[in-house]
T-cell receptor, first 111, second 119 residues
Framework: GDSVTQMEGPVTLSEEAFLTINCTYT??????LFWYVQYPGEGLQLLLK?????DKGSNKGFEATYRKETTSFHLEKGSVQVSDSAVYFC??????????FGKGTMLLVSP | GAVVSQHPSWVICKSGTSVKIECRSL??????MFWYRQFPKQSLMLMAT?????????EQGVEKDKFLINHASLTLSTLTVTSAHPEDSSFYIC???????????????FGPGTRLTVL
């Protein structure tokens, strides 16, 4: 079955540091890949997505590239801010409408 | 992006009572909505898939008689927790599906969640 593996958190960074959150997946066919962000006490917000190999999703300074050869979709940001502190979820959709989520990675950014 | 709302954002109720949570797609029609449950510091657990005009499809282990889902229109799905007990206390999140024709790929947009506390 489909599965998503994310690096365990929390990831603790200082403001303006470089961020990488690793995400790898197992899926049948050619899934679409997503990153969602959840701020404390809130629902999930779609951060970015990619639908095919080598696609790069980007939003608010975050980027992730769909790497089919390594089945990865790592999230990166060049310079994090305190306001980026949240839980980040990697997810995939194999074409059956339902999403398969990773366990989430908490990011804590200090001033 | 597509906007999904939930109401209420939080609710406290007594054990044995029923609670209804609404999920609305505000600027698009959603033939399919999803209901999730999230425990503290954990990922989302899919409870059921709600299809407009038909019965919901429940995931294994989810009691359909306890968690009643109604998707009566293309913009509204409701989850009713019947005879609630303290173990039902959780964060409930809905999402609405936007099909590939509108979003480029099958994409879910999430509501802000409802915090249920059963005393």
């Amino acid at each position: 079955g489909d599965s998503v593996t994310q690096m365990e958190g929390p990831v603790t960074l200082s403001e303006e540091a470089f961020l990488t959150i690793n995400c790898t997946y197992t899926a049948t066919g050619y899934p679409s890949l997503f990153w969602y962000v959840q701020y404390p006490g809130e629902g999930l917000q779609l951060l970015l997505k990619a639908t095919k190999a080598d696609d790069k999703g980007s939003n608010k300074g975050f980027e992730a590239t769909y790497r089919k050869e390594t089945t990865s979709f790592h999230l990166e940001k060049g310079s994090v801010q305190v306001s980026d502190s949240a839980v980040y979820f990697c997810a995939l959709n194999s074409g059956y409408s339902t999403l398969t989520f990773g366990k989430g990675t908490m990011l804590l950014v200090s001033p | 992006g597509a906007v999904v709302s939930q109401h209420p954002s939080w609710v406290i109720c007594k054990s044995g009572t029923s609670v209804k949570i609404e999920c609305r797609s505000l600027d698009f029609q959603a033939t399919t909505m999803f209901w999730y449950r999230q425990f503290p510091k954990q990922s989302l657990m899919l409870m059921a898939t709600s299809n407009e005009g038909s019965k919901a499809t429940y995931e294994q282990g989810v009691e359909k008689d306890k968690f009643l889902i109604n998707h009566a229109s293309l913009t509204l799905s409701t989850l009713t927790v019947t005879s609630a007990h303290p173990e039902d206390s959780s964060f409930y999140i809905c999402s609405a599906r936007v099909p590939p024709g509108l979003a480029g790929t099958d994409t879910q947009y999430f509501g802000p969640g409802t915090r249920l506390t059963v005393l």
